[in-house]
T-cell receptor, first 115, second 113 residues
């Protein structure tokens, strides 16, 4: 079946640094990729939707200058957390869909810990 | 605005007994609805989905859910729980534009032997 990978699976960084998280669709082309954030024991919150070759659409309240999303190819999207702070520590999950709609396939997530 | 409400944050059952995880949705249209399971340190896995075909939807691992429009519910059930069913379960609806998913807050299922 369709598989989505994320790298790294866990990253620890110092406050003020930037961290890049990759999301790859391994065996299909993802027209649309979604980025979610999940706090401990809470639900997933959609951060942004990205379509290949165009700018990402951010949900209300998500700082687009802090969470940079690039969807340069049909199999890769990246989320860069710029100038990370401890409150950015969270579980970041991506989902990839072959079409503009659809539930997509979820990646395993990336745990970010900012010290 | 569309919303998904999971009525129980935590459900505990004994192995071999039935499982019921409750979900209600609120929307001005008939949405596509899903149940996902998330095991610790693993990605979300789709259990089943409803897309306006049969109202009783069968999923993987013996789970099923029934869409009841009159009750705006989409409860997840399983006749007999296994220890391996212990996980976090999310009820999810697709937004009206069909471009994103709206997650409920999740229900933690614990299974005791």
């Amino acid at each position: 079946g369709a598989v989505v990978s994320q790298h790294p699976s866990w990253v620890i960084c110092k406050s003020g640094t930037s961290v890049k998280i990759e999301c790859r669709s391994l065996d299909f082309q993802a027209t649309t990729m979604f980025w979610y954030r999940q706090f401990p024991k809470q639900s997933l919150m959609l951060m942004a939707t990205s379509n290949e070759g165009s700018k990402a659409t951010y949900e209300q309240g998500v700082e687009k200058d802090k969470f940079l999303i690039n969807h340069a190819s049909l199999t890769l999207s990246t989320l860069t957390v710029t100038s990370a702070h401890p409150e950015d520590s969270s579980f970041y999950i991506c989902s990839a869909s072959p079409g503009l709609a659809g539930e997509g396939v979820f990646g395993p997530g990336t745990r970010l810990t900012v010290l | 605005a569309q919303s998904v409400t999971q009525l129980d944050s935590h459900v505990s059952v004994s192995e071999g007994t039935p499982v019921l995880l409750r979900c209600n949705y609120s929307s001005s249209y008939s949405p596509s609805l899903f149940w996902y399971v998330q095991h610790p340190n693993k990605g979300l896995q789709l259990l089943l989905k409803y897309t306006s075909a049969a109202t009783l939807v069968k999923g993987i691992n013996g789970f099923e859910a029934e869409f009841k429009k009159s009750e705006t519910s989409f409860h997840l059930t399983k006749p007999s729980a296994h220890m391996s069913d212990a996980a976090e379960y999310f009820c999810v609806a697709r937004n009206q534009a069909g471009t994103a998913l709206i997650f409920g807050k999740g229900t933690t299922l614990s299974v005791s032997s």
